[in-house]
């Protein structure tokens, strides 16, 4: 079946543009999170949904990330007012059971550069 | 938040040899996970083991959560076995809802 999708695949932006990131979960997934990776780094993780309800936004770096997921599916992160720290691969991965106690399952990822 | 650390950060081998990579975890964790991280960037899932041991074909996974480590065994190493391994889990004691991962493991198999 599909996995998780993610579009687009590259995105270059001027500082101070702002930019949005889609992820597309495996159908019927309840749980949604977002990631953060440098580079040589490993993920790290930015924010989560159950369903339509973002739980846990602990690890968004700061208040110019904004992530939405309105009808449970579908979700959008939003980087406003770009900077050149915010370049790294945006992972989104999706679950079909609650946070702590499902197997989670990583999209291809959105590089986002910003010159 | 959880400390994950993996060993070795860098790993040379030659096709067909065997290999051990370690995960340490400095808090108890759910959800515990291994990838494989392709060049392309994909993060390929290995195994779901929060404990006990499985096995797929050449790979097998063995958590001790009592002692909050997991061991990522390769047998008969091939050149697509290379790449970054990653394990990551989710604190069981109330923090972020998402995984934290290690650092990784750097695997090159020589052919």
């Known amino acids: 079946g599909a996995g998780v999708s993610q579009s687009p695949r590259y995105k270059v932006a001027k500082r101070g543009q702002d930019v949005a990131l889609r992820c597309d979960p495996i159908?019927?997934?309840?749980?949604l999170f977002w990631y953060q990776q440098a580079l040589g780094q490993g993920p790290e993780f930015l924010t989560y949904?159950?369903?339509?309800?973002?739980?846990?936004k602990s690890g968004l770096p700061s208040d110019r990330f904004f992530a939405e997921r309105p009808e449970g599916s579908v979700s959008t992160l939003k980087i406003q007012r770009t900077q050149q720290e915010d370049s790294a691969v945006y992972l989104c991965a999706s679950s079909p059971r609650l946070a702590a106690f499902g197997e989670q399952y990583f999209g291809p990822g959105t590089r986002l550069t910003v010159t | 938040g959880i400390q994950v650390e993996q060993s070795p950060p860098d790993l040379i081998l030659q096709e067909g040899a065997n290999s051990t990579l370690r995960c340490n975890f400095s808090?108890?964790?759910?959800?515990l996970q291994w990838f494989h991280q392709n060049p392309w960037g994909q993060l390929i899932n290995l195994f779901y083991?929060?404990?006990g041991t499985k096995q797929n074909g050449r790979l097998s996974a063995t958590t001790v959560a009592t002692e909050r480590y997991s061991l990522l065994y390769i047998s008969s190493s091939q050149t697509t076995d290379s790449g970054v391994y990653f394990c990551a889990g989710i604190d069981s004691g109330g923090g972020a809802d998402g995984l934290t991962f290690g650092k990784g493991t750097h695997l090159i198999i020589q052919p």
């Open positions: 949904f159950q369903n339509e309800a973002q739980l846990d």
């Open positions: 159908s019927g997934h309840v749980s």
């Open positions: 083991i929060p404990s």
């Open positions: 808090d108890s964790v759910n959800n």
